[in-house]
């Protein structure tokens, strides 16, 4: 059934456009970006987009020449600020106690080639990594998958660990301008300008291909979204909903698990 909504599809262009807030919860507390990133491994750990300590969040903020990342080593549940390494986009420490992993040339050569992907973020969540075994990208058939509309991508060839500035460069060139790519036999790689949106692109892309499974498991078929409906979402999750759900993240972490300040 067609609903009569008052105006044309073409008008129906979400985002802040349509409707901005006024008076946003605070985010409670001052972070440092290294702080900032810890929250982010900590949280995608939190809910399940994380496999122990496998996979990094890079972080390069505009007008730097480095990037931060969590170590190797530790677990994403014991990500803290004081943890969080600097490296330059060759891969070497610049600052930081400990390793960085022999794959941050996922990272680099993705920051190196894409001025839109500040962050990146890279792990084998259980529900991306089902998929990513068929390997099939996920249906948007529920309304908050509309984020990941024109944004995925298939890597159906598997090369091997990627350890090499050569290897990080071919798996860029393959990922082309998408911000989410399913990597076969392996996981998923989410890129965005901003913290805020690569936090709830992950979360909402492992969410929607836990959905995209239980459908086929459960045997029925997924009513996709039209396309202009998706377009309408997709800029009232980014420009409305990604940085309000980053902050009450914060707060909720930072009230339960204040160590990751330190
Ligand atoms: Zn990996």
Not at 36 to 47: N, Q
Not at 165 to 188: K, M, N, Q, T, Y
Request: net charge negative.
């Amino acid at each position: 059934m067609v609903r009569d909504h008052g105006g044309s599809e073409s008008e129906r262009v979400g985002g802040t456009a349509a409707w901005a807030p006024s008076h946003l919860p605070p985010r409670g507390v001052e972070l440092s970006p290294a702080q900032e990133l810890a929250c982010a491994v900590r949280h995608l750990d939190i809910v399940g987009f994380s496999e122990n300590m496998t996979g990094h969040v890079s972080w390069q903020q505009p007008g730097n020449d480095t990037l931060l990342v969590n170590p190797w080593g530790f677990w994403w549940r014991e990500a803290t600020g004081s943890s969080i390494l600097e490296v330059d986009l060759d891969g070497a420490v610049v600052s930081g106690d400990w390793d960085v992993t022999p794959a941050i040339h996922i990272h680099t050569e993705l920051h190196r080639r894409r001025p839109d992907a500040r962050v990146v973020v890279h792990s084998h969540p259980m529900n991306a990594a089902v998929l990513a075994a068929v390997p099939e990208l996920p249906e948007i058939v529920h309304q908050n998958s509309s984020i990941l509309s024109d944004e995925m991508v298939l890597v159906d060839d598997y090369d091997g660990e990627v350890d090499t500035p050569l290897a990080g460069g071919a798996l860029a060139d393959a990922i082309g301008d998408r911000s989410v790519a399913l990597l076969v036999s392996h996981g998923v790689i989410v890129t965005a300008p901003t913290m805020q949106e690569a936090v709830y692109k992950s979360v909402l892309f492992e969410r929607t291909c836990e959905m995209h499974w239980r459908l086929r498991a459960f045997g029925q078929k997924a009513t996709p979204i039209a396309p202009v409906f998706q377009n309408q979402l997709k800029a009232s999750l980014i420009e409305r909903a990604a940085d309000v759900y980053w902050d009450g993240a914060i707060r909720q972490l930072v009230a339960t698990e204040p160590d990751v300040l330190d």
